[in-house]
């Protein structure tokens, strides 16, 4: 079974378990052959499974009882984390970062009953366009860089 590191889940949960240990790198306790996409569904899964339990109990529960606007600013903190790490730390703590902001990015699509495939359709519509090309089509809003 995959065992992912991370904030995300308790000891025990279904499918996917989880234990907080910052400084690790997410590693199978097994060799695995999933894919990303299989993780990240699992992972979606295991988050709506969470909507409505105990926040005294789950991490998970607390965001989502939180709402859009506590996961949201921890989206905007773990990706604070995620560049600082890319800018000066090792590799692992770089995928720790990655992997704390997809997490959290997980948890505010679930507050938005938003489910993840519908992100995937959204970057599968923009593949094999130019992100210029892309961008212009959207105007000048607040989401250009």
């Known amino acids: 079974m995959l065992q992912l590191v991370g904030p995300s889940l308790e000891a025990g949960a279904d499918p996917v378990r989880r234990a907080w240990q910052p400084e690790?790198?997410?590693s199978d306790v097994q060799p695995s052959n999933r894919h990303l996409?299989?993780?990240l569904e699992s992972l979606e899964q295991v988050i709506?499974?969470?909507k409505g339990t105990d926040p005294q109990r789950s991490y998970t529960a607390?965001?989502?009882a939180?709402?859009?606007s506590?996961?949201?600013g921890k989206v905007i903190e773990e990706a604070g984390e995620l560049?600082?790490?890319?800018a000066g730390?090792?590799?692992d703590r770089v995928v720790s970062e990655a992997a704390d902001l997809l997490y959290h990015t997980l948890v505010l699509l679930a507050c938005r009953d938003l489910p993840l495939r519908l992100v995937e359709d959204e970057l599968a519509r923009r593949f094999g366009v130019s992100g210029l090309t892309e961008k212009a089509a959207r105007g000048t809003g607040k989401g250009d860089a």
């Open 37 to 39: 996409g299989e993780v």
């Open 89 to 91: 730390e090792s590799d």
């Open 48 to 50: 709506a499974t969470r």
């Open 66 to 68: 939180g709402g859009a």
């Open 62 to 64: 607390r965001l989502l």
């Open 70 to 72: 506590l996961a949201g």
């Open 83 to 86: 560049v600082a790490a890319a």
């Open 24 to 26: 690790r790198i997410v």
